[in-house]
Nanobody
Framework: QVQLVESGGGLVQAGGSLRLSCAAS????????MGWYRQAPGKQRELVAN???????NYGDSVKDRFLISRDNANHTMWLQMNSLKPEDTAVYYC????????????????WGQGIQVTVSS
């Protein structure tokens, strides 16, 4: 089965940087859309950034000038470079695969990692 595992979170001072990684494994033929979401306590989950398999990207308005998403299609790996971090960025960050074509031909949706904490202090 498909599994997503995040790494690279932690504590950082305002203005600093972090780099998150997401590794997907399983019987995967291709992942059409990979992305990062985040959820702060008491708030809804929101899109941070996503990237389609051919390279186009989308960013949330609050991060578009500070964060950068990238992915390696051959290894089913994705990264999020976060710069100029603010306390408002504090949240649990989740890796997501929106559309996954399995090696047996099935198309499945909505795979999620377990989440990783990012805390930005002032």
């Amino acid at each position: 089965q498909v599994q997503l595992v995040e790494s690279g979170g932690g504590l950082v001072q305002a203005g600093g940087s972090l780099r998150l990684s997401c590794a997907a494994s399983g019987n995967i033929a291709r992942i059409d859309v990979m992305g990062w979401y985040r959820q702060a306590p008491g708030k809804q989950r929101e899109l941070v950034a996503n990237m389609l398999i051919f390279g186009s990207t989308n960013y949330g308005d609050s991060v578009k000038d500070r964060f950068l998403i990238s992915r390696d299609n051959a290894n089913h790996t994705m990264w999020l470079q976060m710069n100029s971090l603010k306390p408002e960025d504090t949240a649990v960050y989740y890796c997501n695969a929106n559309r996954v074509r399995l090696s047996d031909g099935r198309l499945e949706f909505g795979f999620w990692g377990q989440g990783i904490q990012v805390t930005v202090s002032s």
